[in-house]
């Protein structure tokens, strides 16, 4: 490993990235998705240094050592931006901070920033100066946070324009840092990966197409690019987007809205700075990891006792419980969703719009990849979907539509504080006043029968692998960064979310007889979502959660 990767692994700003999760909210229904940040930045890096010598040591490119190890740090620094719980940080800011167009990759190019100028107070300049110069830096930050297509880039400008396809890729989303998260995500949530990244390694060429050299692919390699699609869309619907874990992962949001107020953390010559405000300091960013998780959740302070409940909610699966969902057209007019968000708006129910698609929205992303032959490897062409298999999508993007009640825990803690051998089992969200008893509340996706597991958690530990007990297998196909903004104002019923702890019981039982009785039950929740379905002609789908 080249010597200044090794440097900037070795600094606080990277080491960070160790505790903070892969796939977030994930992690708390996929108990092996335990892998972090940190490794999959250096697999991606280790990736990207492949392919660029590959290219190289195959065609004889003009590639020199200098282009190698930017793009080498490119991969490694891509995720430097990410907050606690990746990609839910950045649902956090958006409902902190309403009409804000904040990414990851913002963070990551001012966090890439600090840590080249951190390491020129600590070590001099000469430890940046002796390898990069200022337009390599700028290289870096192009490859990490690319400008978009048609936009045009300044550092490597025209003679190379293919590096910038290996990192992120802007022209059809064929990049090594997705080859290592579908590898890496795929074996610790325990879903087979069907797509082989070594194929597209070998067969990858840069061929000039109308005018710009871009990484191209041989013909016979176009179902396998379909393959890793197909893979990408496995993984959104059966773990990114699964019903649980985006219902932890609104929880989890609530409860740092909750409590941005009352966390500070100490940035540049000495200033607090909240949650929502850290992302404008990169020395309190450097210090913002999921460890945020914990110490709201065993604070002593009062004003976080809101927040408190929500997180220890989710410690004791009693979680935001989902009664409705559908799936629509990816053009469904956004004033025909915002009816029924109003409709439910401010009575405890989360409407939670998902877009779904293969990364270019209604775009099917290989009608923007070229593919050369074996006879006439210089020749690069396009493949018409028809011409590969009459089984592949017509369609490439739609909508998840889905209900959440709020009002769920503190009927169980009044219960379990009356009774509390008799209602330990009770798990994730029952409302036993409601009909939803009907509905199968005591089951749980993947209860492989832990009978030995404390009485709180039973048949609450979701196994990975079971795809036909659990309603995860039907879900969602999705996009885990551009498109998964959870929709709704949940401000208006905050009250309820209910109370973990049980001297509070009593009180937070009130809350939810309170708000219910201002409100809409669950049942007329459901009525007003079949309604809106079928105004809408949309199908109801089938519940199997919980």
Same mark, same amino acid.
């Given at each position: 490993m080249h010597p200044l990767l090794v440097r900037i692994i070795d600094t606080p700003q990277f080491q960070r990235l160790r505790n903070i999760k892969q796939l977030g909210g994930t992690y708390f229904v996929f108990p092996g998705a335990a892998h972090n940040r940190f490794e999959h930045s250096i697999g991606v890096s280790h990736l990207a240094g492949l392919m660029v010598q590959e290219l190289k040591d195959r065609q004889g490119l003009d590639i020199d050592e200098i282009d190698i190890l930017c793009v080498k740090i490119a991969g490694l620094c891509h995720d430097l931006g990410h907050g606690p719980f990746s990609h839910l940080f950045e649902k956090f800011i958006h409902k902190k901070i309403p009409g804000s167009q904040w990414k990851h990759e913002d963070a990551s190019v001012q966090m890439f920033d600090h840590l080249i100028a951190n390491l020129k107070t600590k070590h001099g300049p000469d430890v940046i100066e002796k390898f990069l110069s200022d337009t390599d830096i700028s290289f870096i930050k192009e490859l990490i946070k690319p400008p978009g297509p048609g936009v045009p880039y300044t550092s490597r400008k025209e003679e190379k324009p293919f590096l910038y396809e290996i990192v992120s890729n802007k022209t059809n989303c064929i990049d090594v840092d997705k080859w290592d998260y579908f590898a890496r995500d795929s074996y610790h949530l325990g879903i087979q990966n069907n797509f082989d990244y070594r194929r597209s390694l070998k067969f990858a060429r840069v061929i000039k197409v109308d005018g710009r050299k871009q990484i191209c692919y041989r013909d016979k390699e176009v179902a396998n690019l379909y393959d890793m699609f197909q893979t990408r869309n496995c993984l959104h619907r059966r773990a990114?987007?699964?019903? /649980?874990?985006? +219902? !932890?992962? #609104? #929880? !989890? /949001?609530?409860?740092? /809205? %909750? +409590?941005?107020?009352? !966390?500070? !953390? $100490? &940035? *540049? %010559? &000495?200033?607090?700075?909240? #949650? *929502? $405000?850290?992302?404008g300091n990169m020395e309190a960013y450097t210090k913002l990891t999921d460890q945020v998780f914990e110490k709201i959740l065993h604070s002593p302070d009062p004003n976080l006792t809101n927040a408190r409940r929500i997180l220890q909610n989710i410690t004791q699966r009693r979680i935001y419980k989902c009664v409705g969902k559908t799936r629509a057209p990816s053009d469904i007019p956004e004033e025909q969703c915002n009816s029924l968000k109003n409709d439910l708006l401010n009575h405890g129910f989360i409407l939670d719009i998902i877009n779904m698609d293969w990364g270019m929205k209604e775009k099917n992303p290989i009608d923007n990849v070229r593919f050369y032959g074996k006879q006439k490897p210089e020749d690069a062409f396009l493949i018409p979907k028809h011409e590969v298999s009459s089984l592949l999508p017509e369609k490439f993007s739609e909508k998840w539509i889905r209900v959440y009640n709020k009002k769920t825990g503190a009927s169980e803690d009044a219960a379990d504080e009356a009774a509390p051998d008799e209602g330990a089992a009770e798990v994730e969200g029952d409302e036993a006043a409601d009909e939803g008893a009907t509905e199968g509340a005591a089951e749980v996706e993947g209860d492989k029968g832990n009978k030995g597991a404390a009485k709180a958690y039973e048949g609450a530990t979701n196994v990975e692998g079971d795809e036909g007990a659990a309603e995860a297998t039907d879900d969602v196909e999705g996009d885990e960064g551009a498109a998964d903004d959870v929709e709704g104002d949940e401000g208006a019923a905050d009250d309820v979310e209910g109370a973990a702890e049980v001297g509070a019981a009593d009180e937070g039982a009130a809350e939810v007889e309170g708000a219910a009785a201002a409100g809409i039950s669950e049942t007329e929740a459901k009525n007003i979502f079949r309604q809106w379905c079928k105004a809408n002609k949309l199908p109801v789908l089938k519940l199997r959660w919980p």
């Open positions: 990114y987007q699964h019903t /649980v874990t985006r +219902a !932890i992962e #609104m #929880m !989890i /949001v609530d409860a740092f /809205v %909750k +409590a941005d107020d009352y !966390i500070f !953390i $100490q &940035g *540049s %010559k &000495g200033k607090l700075f909240k #949650m *929502s $405000q850290a992302i």
